[in-house]
């Protein structure tokens, strides 16, 4: 199958942003991180679409709209290998990688049951930090307490 | 740090931590001063405390302010359902500074960001006692007259153990050496041990507590906290690892002071407390030093 045929899996958008190389099991994660649920406008996706690097990956496309650098940043913590496309009148005009953030807030729940944001309204700040062998964690503001990858569950 | 909230010690620099120090030591010198007679101090104590809440009140009135507050949450309006962030917004209508103690994890800084006045953490759960390490810094410099380079030992809770997390995030201004004895199930969080390294100074870490105290010039003892154990089995199991007795003091350094931040259970046999080393009592009293210095700093009145 030609390169060209696997983007039309997935409609062709005219303008607006293709996200590839999702982890196909995070493509849900992905959407309900960017809001992606919550627009009015056209949204394509795929799962289990073939991937030279990955072996397998997802592809999410949506229509006339466009995302600033520290909104898709957001999801870096969940498609680290993510790739975003932007699309105007057919042609690619923009591609690049996400960039995993400095400071995460709203997103994702904190791991510590006694904390602060667990008890009662209070929105979750955490700084992005990596331990002595370069792992990425999430510092809650407020209990201090680090949230590792396996552990981040998104509100 | 007028205005300046103080909800974890890393809230403070090398300067501020020494400025503090500099001044509770005035205040050990004269510790009756007027200078907050038209200040009022909310003290809220969520969850009970003898040591910390006594300190800060007597701290405050010593210094002429007027205390208003509770000393459990059965007594406050929480028992109604009533938010953190309500209770300190109204608390902040009727005070100056608010000083807390809440057995969640994170609600000082939550406070802290909610409410128009300063607030002093005096505890929040396992996380911070800022003023516990004030205190305990305060200790060591008037016994050894200085802070740095001094080898200080660890027993204890050491994972669990907030006072012992915090001090050490300290002395890493200090270029401490740090022996840190704990049961293996207990042993300092690897975070901890990383702002040592980060700092490039150095630690080890025993199980045995004999073998090192010829080591240290302080000897820093903690409680095995039941409360904070998940497993009560687990607890069990290490609640009686170390008892320091008078005899186990013979071949320490002559200026060892032994230091704990009470209550003490069993770790410290009572013959300790006649010796010279023994420590822990004075301690707590320079407890009301270091919180005078603080909320007159705060309050901008030094």
């Known amino acids: 199958m030609s390169d060209k045929r696997k983007e039309l ?5 005219s303008n607006g942003t293709v996200i590839d190389h999702i982890p196909t099991d995070r493509v849900f994660q992905v959407i309900k991180i960017l809001g992606l649920d919550q627009l009015s406008n056209p949204l394509y996706f795929g799962v289990n679409l073939e991937s030279k ?4 990956k997802g592809i999410i496309k949506v229509s006339n709209k466009f995302f600033e650098h520290e909104e898709i940043n957001k999801i870096a913590l969940v498609a680290p290998s993510a790739t975003l496309i932007e699309i105007r009148d057919y042609e690619v005009v923009d591609k690049r990688d ?13 791991v510590n049951p006694n904390c602060i944001t667990n008890k009662e309204e209070v929105t979750t700040h955490f700084n992005v930090i990596y331990d002595e062998n370069n792992v990425m964690k999430l510092s809650c503001r407020y209990c201090e307490k680090n949230t ?7 509100i | 740090m007028k205005n300046k909230s103080l909800v974890s010690i890393n809230d403070y ?14 205040f050990e010198r004269q510790p009756r001063q007027d200078i907050l007679k038209d200040k009022v101090i909310a003290s809220l104590f969520f969850e009970p405390s003898t040591r910390t809440r006594l300190s800060f009140e007597s701290a405050a009135q010593q210094l002429g302010a007027s205390v208003i507050g509770f000393s ?13 962030k309500d209770t300190i917004l109204t608390v902040s209508n009727y005070s100056d500074l608010i000083v807390m103690r809440h057995s969640v994890d994170g609600s000082a800084r939550w406070a802290s960001e909610v409410s128009p006045v300063p607030i002093i953490n005096a505890g ?20 050894q007259g200085t802070l740095d380079n001094l080898d200080i030992m660890f027993v204890g809770d050491l994972k669990y153990g907030r006072t012992v997390h915090s001090l050490t995030m300290a002395l890493c201004h200090f270029n401490t050496r740090f022996h840190l004895v704990s049961p293996v199930e207990l042993k300092l969080p690897s975070a901890v041990k990383q702002h040592i390294k980060s700092a490039k100074l150095q630690y080890e870490q025993y199980t045995e507590l004999s073998e090192v105290i010829p080591k240290a010039d302080i000897l820093y003892m903690t409680r095995i906290q039941r409360e904070r154990f998940p497993d009560p089995i687990e607890y069990e199991k290490v609640k009686n690892s170390y008892n320091l007795t008078l005899s186990m003091l013979e071949n320490a350094r002559p200026n060892l002071k032994v230091l704990h931040p009470l209550p003490r259970v069993n770790e410290i046999n009572t013959d300790v407390d006649s010796s010279p080393m023994a420590y822990y009592f ?15 700093a705060i309050l901008g009145r030094v």
């Open chain 2, 13 to 26: 620099t090398k300067d501020e931590i020494i400025r503090i120090l500099d001044l509770a030591e005035s």
């Open chain 1, 9 to 13: 899996i997935v409609s062709a958008i």
């Open chain 2, 124 to 143: 929040d759960g396992a996380n911070q006692h800022p003023t516990q390490c004030l205190l305990d810094l305060y200790s060591i410099r008037k016994t």
């Open chain 1, 98 to 110: 996400v960039i995993i953030p400095e400071t995460v807030d709203k997103i994702v729940k904190c």
């Open chain 2, 282 to 296: 004075q301690q707590a009293q320079n407890g009301v030093y270091v919180r005078q210095a603080l909320m007159a």
């Open chain 1, 148 to 154: 590792s990858k396996e552990n981040i569950f998104f």
């Open chain 2, 72 to 84: 459990s949450a059965a007594t406050s309006s929480v028992q109604k359902g009533e938010t953190l």
């Open chain 1, 53 to 56: 690097k990955f072996g397998s």
